[in-house]
């Protein structure tokens, strides 16, 4: 009963600090408001504070002169920039990864030779798709293989796919894509050179 009574006087005393708060607020409020009428609508000046006369000034009409003719600027010739393609310089695949979970050097390479297909499927769908200029199809491609070459190690195919994954999520030059399809070609070659 006593703790109820306790909680009855906390939120009566919570609803009176609201209410001041509020009153307290529409008061500046009103006031606020006042002030901006006034400034908005100035009230008239007594007659007993003169303005000074405002100065009127004679101008006399002058003929414009002359403008000179601008002289035409030498145009400058802006070269757009050589378009960077990637390099492809990424160190040999690794399945370090495998060898860090615990697995053998033999069961590691299965996982590896497991790879090499998903990714030589994956090659004639993404041809497909960059001459169809469909980039968002490219990135889903390439990303579900990097998913896997990631897992299983570093460099090499790899890194590679990184690379051209994170280029095909905003990027939109074919040329770029391309190239990168190509390294991607020629890492895979490599990978199953490396593990056969």
Do not use: W
């Amino acid at each position: 009963m006593l703790a109820l009574t306790i909680l009855s006087v906390f939120v009566l005393i919570v609803f009176l600090l609201i209410f001041l708060e509020y009153r307290n607020e529409k008061k500046y409020q009103d006031e606020r408001r006042k002030q901006r009428q006034q400034s908005n609508h100035p009230t008239k000046k007594p007659d007993s504070i003169k303005q000074p006369e405002p100065k009127i000034e004679v101008r006399h009409e002058q003929k414009p002169e002359p403008k000179p003719e601008p002289k035409p600027e030498p145009k400058i010739e802006v070269k757009p920039e050589p378009k960077k393609l990637p390099e492809g310089n990424y160190p040999p695949f690794t399945h370090i990864r495998l060898l860090e979970m615990g697995l053998s050097d033999e069961e590691a390479k299965e996982f590896v030779l497991e790879l090499i297909p998903q990714i030589q499927t994956q090659i004639p769908l993404i041809l497909e798709a960059t001459q169809a200029l469909d980039f968002h199809k490219m990135e889903r491609l390439t990303h579900s293989i990097k998913g896997s070459a990631t897992n299983l190690g570093t460099g090499g195919v790899s890194d590679l796919l990184v690379a051209y994954n994170t280029y095909l999520k905003t990027g939109t030059d074919i040329d770029i894509a391309k190239a990168y399809f190509d390294h991607l070609v020629r890492y895979n070659s490599e990978l199953k050179e490396q593990y056969s």
